[in-house]
């Protein structure tokens, strides 16, 4: 018979409730051993000073659960040991089970930050309450419900007024998705398309160098990379084979280079001629510097490229919220998948997106950031010209980044983690080739105020260049 | 030379961008056609009453987003209709293109509304916002940016808590993965362990009756659906195969039944003999009314058993918050590929969610609508029993649904669609089962106040019975 320390609050009622966590917590940790019978109700209820009724309710919970068994004649026990869950539980006092040391240490910590993030100390934080405030002062319950998993229809004609105003996209409300992000857009987008191949994997063609990201995300969507190279004009659509291709025509990640109008008739050829899908990743697209951004390429073909965007660079990554615009049968099936996946994109920060964009509050918290960050841009571009005349400096009509070709003998890792010591964000080009290229980086400028640009590049040339690599360090 | 009718608005500004818009969309819309020679920008400029230079500009932007070809000696003119994007377009002045009538005939609306839902006009919206207003107002900005797949800290460590407590689970913040609800939380983890799984598609043993929403997910996540038969026990462990089970423990979908306890022990007696998992569905368990909810399965083998749940019934589903609890190895095989589709749930809802379950409104408005929803769940199965005596009533012990097996005579669609009528929300149980079994319906009472059941049961009766059924109506 089991000796029990049970320890019961009466102050904060539940009594049948503590007693079965005590007794779970005891049989968990191996103080209560498998087979232990333990008092009958009376006993123990005398003990506690509680009503037998109270007992008997903790024991019947824990058989329900499967901790303790009872039997006619034989009182109640914990479950025995031959029972297979009971044997795995490791021995001694520890409470949680399942291998966890390992696996803890194994559990990879996670840094959001990259060179291409916007700066969020100028988010809008109260206009964004306000909008959420709007909407659930408005919404009707309904709205709370289960949703389309294409997204609600107010953010949806939104958005198709927005891509149509600012990105001269083709679109209407219902070949537009709404999704969590580019990343989503592009898996889902993916996964439709390699479901209707059979017998073979999608073979998708996909810029060289591209973000080191989303190389996994198209294996996991079951497609098949296939590298084309980028060159001053963009990708180089005669080297491109496979079902279809992904590219970044507006600002290439990470060279920068802007599509160039050739190649933009080649690309649409390509696709016409055979019948190839192009998926457009748009990622920042809306802050273009020194004129109007240019049109999607979906404006010029929308029955051939699927567009994927999202207000990641514009508001937050932490929003996740983003679009596919898609030919008709595509957004459906799109639509569909998402429906199977997840059920869709919580519905109050859309219906918050819409007021926002509907109110014009997106359009002028997007004027007022592309002042800003032409100003950053500006100052980084001088400093690395005034300080690094030996770097080449590309790329710099769009985005949050500059592409910086480094100067003879820095490392590209060495530069990473010098700048980051300055504040300043970068990331290594080596990782995102397939061939090998010019040592380069990714240096993002929008978190990099103005007046401090000069200092932070001065500081980076001085700590590359007081420090002697050898060519294994080079290399390494 | 094009005649070109180009309205511009000088009070507007931008008034490249309005040429530009001008031409794009006389372009799109086939009245410049395929090859016209636009005019010399100096004369179109004069016409316009505009600098050479703006006219520059729009020509520039069409040319870079390829509706205008521009040739040293030959002028801009638009891009010829052997360019196949051109050739593409469908005649006259339609303005968006792509075979869109079908596709939009195609385009399936979609109602959220299941009898299952909460009744979210008691959605606590205030204090929502007061959570929303509150992390706007302290979080830094660096938690705006991208975040943890696996979801932010704070909210992880809250629900560790949370299950623990109220469900009983065996779970710390490193095994817990915040997800949009059950359906995103399955569909990844079946696609984890479908990946593991070389050769042949994973085998999953599912309840029959099972939702018919979950089978579609179920095969988009590779896997093959192995039905077993629900009986007054719940599945039928015995009868149960493949590689991992999905069970609805705490109360069956749609049955409303409680797996038992002999049951419990024989399903992890199965999982731990043949290395299998238990992917535990605990949709609706927040609500059991006479008693203390039964632990989840997780709690007594955690690694085992795969735990997802939302607060799509606590709180609203367009929130699009759950949570997967599973063995460290594939809990972080989850986390990555959540990653990997979409890189993690939107921050701000997930810090409100934090901030609810920790200042304890989460399990205040649990309390309050516990307690309505079992005046509700009382008054419908008072009006069936007075009403409907031929009728069979179960699984009413938790959830937000019984479950009805109809009187003699009665048709599934025929009752689904009377009850609509009188605001029963019901759903047929038959599209559920891969066996036939009785005619029945699920019936939520959610929604219905108590006030109302009875007439609401009563006109059930009358509509029912009113009407003389066919054999043939009987069976469709």
Known sequence: MADLHI???RAKGGIAGQ???????SIRGGRLEPGTRLPATRDLAADLQVSRGVVVEAYEQLVAEGFLVSKVGAGTQVTPANTPQRAAAPPGPQPVRGGTASAVAGHVPYHGHRPTSPDLSHFPRERWLAAVRHVLTTVPSDALDYGDPGGVPELREELAGYL???RAADVRPENLIVVSGVAQGLSLALHVMAGRITGRPLRLAVEDPTSHRQVPLIKRAGARVLPVPVDEEGLDVRRAGGDAVLVTPAHQFPTGVVLSPARRAALMEWAYAGRRLVLEDDYDAEFRFDRDPVGCL???APDRVV???SVSKALAPGLRLGWVAAPPGLAEAIRRARGELDLGSPVIDQYALAHFLRTGAYDKHLRRMRR????????LVSALAAELPGARVRGIEAGLHVYLELPDGWDEQRT???AAELGLLAEAVGPMRRTPGPAAVVMGFARLPAHKAEAAVRGLKVRMSGQTLTEGERRA
Chains 1, 2 share one sequence.
């Not at 007693?19 to 917590?25: G, S, T, V």
């Not at 800003?372 to 100052?379: I, Q, T």
Request: hydrophobic letters at 35%; glycine letters at 6%.
């Open 7 to 9: 320890r019961i609050d």
């Open 307 to 309: 567009l994927c965007g």
């Open 298 to 300: 979906q404006g010029l």
């Open 164 to 166: 149509r105003r600012v």
């Open 372 to 379: 800003e960050y032409r100003r950053r841009r500006d100052a």
């Open 19 to 25: 007693i079965a966590a005590e007794l779970r917590d």
């Open 416 to 418: 990473v983690r010098a």
